[in-house]
């Protein structure tokens, strides 16, 4: 049976000017040397989720420097629900204007729709670096996850978000107090939205960890203040947009009365991330992801994307996380540039030799 997506086509992106893979193996591991694209390849299956990437980078970078058509595209081929599709994802400038396009099946769709057919989750080594050092970077990383598990969440992120940067304008001008208590009351309306998706991930996620003994590697959570005294949080939540609206100069709310920053944190043995060896850290990361999609794998296409696996991971480890991915039925990418012998080791694993 091959996997849900059987094959991708790249045309002027990043370093192919054409460039096509065809998938019928679970699990698929591009080899070669530095500088080939075998992280390019990961990065444009992560388009699969909405965004730009996993180095969520700026779309005239992936545009091939060599054209002079400011176009490049992103076609897959997939099954979903029984049913053959394509979804084509274009990156042009139009206008001296960058835009992202989708087309499910030649038709042209919202990102917000990629949550429903899948969910992606990936680990390179410079998310393992942002996750340690940076908590927006983990902050983000959650609430894409929670995306997954309710996709209004991408809605009420980028209603809010919007609502934000509309209020700091007003704030910076005019400082219309009636726009200004308007927009307040939708912020509230949104962020107590926003915790209670957030809420109710948490509750099923940790009734799922607590049931399931068979973690790839032990990890405990702590909740965000404003995932457990809801109420208490948002009262104050509302106190700071008050006053927000008195401040002459900063526009900033306190960011642990935030509901886009309202998350939680993930240690091990009682220990945070950023006190854990590299090793430690990096099997920490991917055993939440690893978590999270086994919880999430609900009729949607589940897709992991390792870069460089095995730094700072020993053969046992390796064969750990293909072996997993392999009893959830996720379909997994990885990338290397070291010499192994994995294909008599490993059940459906096909590698794929990626030349300049």
Same mark, same amino acid.
């Given at each position: 049976m091959p996997p849900p997506l059987k094959g991708i086509q790249l045309s002027n992106y990043r370093n192919f000017i &054409? #460039? #096509?893979e065809i998938f019928n193996f679970d699990h698929t591991l591009f080899k %070669?040397? &530095?500088a080939v694209g075998k992280t390019n390849l990961l990065?444009? !299956?992560s388009f699969l989720s909405p965004g730009t990437g996993f180095r969520k980078d700026v779309i005239q970078n992936f545009i091939f420097k060599k054209q002079e058509k400011l176009e490049?595209?992103?076609? /897959?081929d997939f099954i979903h629900e029984d049913l053959e599709n394509h979804l084509t994802i274009i990156l042009s400038n139009k206008d001296e204007r960058w835009t992202k396009?989708?087309?499910l099946n030649d038709k042209k769709i919202q990102q917000q729709k990629l949550l429903d057919i899948f969910q992606l989750f990936w680990l390179t080594e410079t998310d393992k670096v942002y996750f340690i050092k940076d908590a927006q970077y983990q902050r983000n990383t959650i609430n894409r996850i929670i995306c997954y598990f309710d996709s209004k969440l991408f809605g009420f992120l980028s209603k809010y978000t919007i609502l934000r940067r509309e209020k700091r304008r007003i704030l910076q001008s005019s400082q219309d107090i009636s726009w200004l208590v308007s927009l307040d009351k939708q912020l509230i309306d !949104? %962020?107590?939205a926003i915790i209670e998706i957030k #809420? #109710? /991930?948490l509750s099923e996620y940790q009734n799922f960890l607590s049931s399931n003994n068979k973690l790839f590697f032990d990890f405990e959570i702590k909740p965000s203040f404003g995932l457990i005294e809801t109420e208490s949080f948002l009262e104050k939540f509302q106190k700071d947009l008050s006053d927000e609206n008195q401040w002459p100069n900063d526009h900033k709310l306190q960011s642990q009365h935030d509901p886009k920053k309202s998350v939680f944190e993930i240690s091990h043995n009682q220990k945070n991330i950023s006190q854990l060896s590299s090793a430690q850290s990096k099997m920490l990361i991917l055993s939440l992801l690893l978590s999270c999609a086994k919880f999430l794998n609900r009729n949607k296409i589940t897709i992991f994307l390792i870069d460089e696996i095995f730094d700072n991971f020993d053969m046992m480890n390796v064969n750990k996380v293909i072996q997993y991915c392999a009893e959830n039925k996720f379909q997994t990418f990885f990338s290397t540039t070291d010499n192994f012998t994995l294909q008599g080791n490993i059940d459906n694993l096909d590698i794929k030799e990626i030349f300049q």
């Open positions: &054409n #460039k #096509k %070669g040397k &530095n990065e444009s !299956i490049a595209s992103m076609t /897959f396009q989708y087309f !949104i %962020g107590r #809420k #109710k /991930f």
